[in-house]
């Protein structure tokens, strides 16, 4: 391609999320020029999540951002809650690391702050701009077309989020089925700061983290969470789309009974609604992850579906999926070569990084679940706050009679080729997980 063409840079980076901007930062780092391109306002303008950062990976593209970046609070504690109808076992992990693993932060802002930074390492940013489809020349990706114009690149980086229209034009990625995404809804209440410390049982700058299961979604597959801002808290769900397909409340429906539950409502008393946001999340696995490089282009972060639903953990993925994205557009520049093959090294450095390894660890996770989601998202659940009811009650009646009562009913309600099914597939999962 000709480098006299006009508007013609290095590296062109649609996009400016975690993924796309920890690959523009690295690509400029090195010394080439970039155009990081955003179709909101600002970087994060468009942009929710939970949510939690991990430190670890963000310390990989930014090592101060302890010092600088606006970050809400460091999470000491993570609590799951598995809710029956208006009951709830809550079980707590709390650690006061020394070095935080996680902090919430609010993408407006953490986003905003990310672009600022990759500015001053040299990236272009060229915001509220839509980039409407690729330039595509002799099978190799050659630029990008926006509303005003043209822009061309010897290398493009796919960094924009879940639905990636683009990765579609050109056939790196087809439509997500139902099944491989899920619908999240998320609502933020101000708080008094001391109120969020009381009654989450934090300091000043301390955080803690809910995962909600059952609730409003028992027997869906879906889960919810709780997040502590400096001055705020976060409550919100996702649901697989699949569950809606015959089921006529909306996913709000499923947030407003959330809210409600008696195990919840507590935390988010008072509170006044700030802000209502949905979005998608890729939940494929890596059963899901499209072709991740073609001749000019690579796909990084939530456009290649690279999210850990177990855990959490997306933003740590696309920054990591960018940074080794970046790096392979910095070797591609030194030796001109911008062919699938060339470009092939980040498919090598992303499976040979964790983000790669642990999605595989995963890969059988969402097919079991939706398998035997009637066993694990409904019926154990309610066992596990049924045990807990008959545990913890004064009844008169002897403890052992209600243990066997308990035992009779477990059995009672599940038949015995059902449980046999259940611990199959668990022996299935931790086989996936741990051996193969
Ligand atoms: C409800 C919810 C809770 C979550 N909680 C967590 C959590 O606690 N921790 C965690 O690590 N992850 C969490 N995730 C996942 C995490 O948010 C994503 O994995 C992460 O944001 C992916 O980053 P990305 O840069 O790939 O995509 P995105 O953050 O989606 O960024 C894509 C960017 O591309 C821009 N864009 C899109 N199309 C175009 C276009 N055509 N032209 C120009 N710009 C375009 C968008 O405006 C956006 O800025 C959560 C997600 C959701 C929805």
Redesign the pocket.
Same mark, same amino acid.
């Given at each position: 391609m000709s480098n006299l063409r006009e508007n013609k840079t290095e590296v062109i980076v649609?996009?400016?999320?975690?993924?796309?901007i920890a690959c523009a930062i690295t690509v400029a780092r090195a010394g080439h020029k970039v155009v990081l391109?955003?179709?909101?306002r600002f970087?994060g303008s468009?942009?929710? !999540?939970?949510?939690?950062?991990?430190a670890k990976p963000t310390r990989e593209i930014f090592p101060d951002f302890e010092k600088n970046a606006p970050l809400e609070r460091k999470n000491i504690e993570h609590k799951y809650a598995i809710l029956g109808e208006t009951d709830g076992t809550v079980i707590s992990y709390q650690n006061r690391h020394e070095l935080p693993v996680s902090y919430t932060v609010c993408r407006g802002k953490f986003d905003r702050w990310m672009a600022e930074e990759a500015k001053k390492e040299g990236v272009t940013l060229v915001e509220e701009?839509?980039?409407r489809e690729l330039i595509v020349e002799n099978e190799t990706v050659v630029g990008v077309k926006t509303e005003l114009e043209d822009y061309y690149a010897d290398i493009v980086v796919l960094?924009?989020?879940?639905n990636s229209?683009?990765a579609k034009q050109i056939g790196l990625r087809g439509d997500i089925e139902p099944k491989d995404v899920a619908v999240?809804v998320?609502e933020v209440y101000k708080l008094d700061k001391n109120k969020i410390n009381d009654r989450f049982l934090v300091n000043d700058d301390e955080g803690c983290i809910y995962e909600l299961f059952g609730g409003s979604m028992l027997g869906k597959l879906g889960l919810g !969470?709780i997040y502590t801002n400096k001055e705020s808290v976060s409550i919100?769900l996702?649901i697989t789309l699949d569950e809606f397909e015959e089921d006529e409340t909306k996913p709000y429906e499923y947030l407003d009974k959330l809210k409600k539950h008696p195990v919840i409502a507590p935390l988010i008393k008072d509170g006044e609604l700030l802000e209502y946001s949905a979005?998608?999340?890729p939940e494929g696995g890596f059963k899901k992850i499209p072709t991740l490089c073609g001749a000019g282009v690579m796909i /990084?972060?939530?456009?290649a579906m690279l /999210?850990n639903n177990l855990h959490?953990?997306?933003?740590?993925?696309?920054m990591i999926s960018g940074k080794l994205a970046g790096e392979t557009a910095v070797v591609a520049l030194s030796k001109g070569d911008f062919s699938e093959n060339a470009l092939n090294r980040y498919t090598e450095e992303l499976e040979n990084s964790f983000v790669m390894k642990d999605l595989k660890t995963y890969r059988e996770l969402m097919d079991i679940i939706h398998t035997r989601k009637e066993s694990f998202l409904k019926y154990y659940l309610q066992k596990v706050n049924s045990f807990f009811e008959m545990f913890t009650s004064v009844n008169s009646v002897p403890k052992r009679t209600l243990y066997w009562n308990f035992i009779k009913n477990f059995f009672k309600d599940r038949s015995l080729k059902e449980l046999f099914k259940d611990a199959w597939a668990i022996i299935k999962l931790l086989w996936s997980i741990m051996i193969k």
């Open positions: 649609v996009g400016a999320g975690p993924a796309g391109i955003e179709r909101g970087a468009k942009n929710m !999540f939970g949510g939690a950062i991990y701009t839509v980039v960094a924009d989020g879940v229209l683009l999240s998320k !969470f919100g996702g979005h998608l999340i /990084v972060g939530d456009a /999210v959490w953990e997306g933003t740590n993925l696309a």
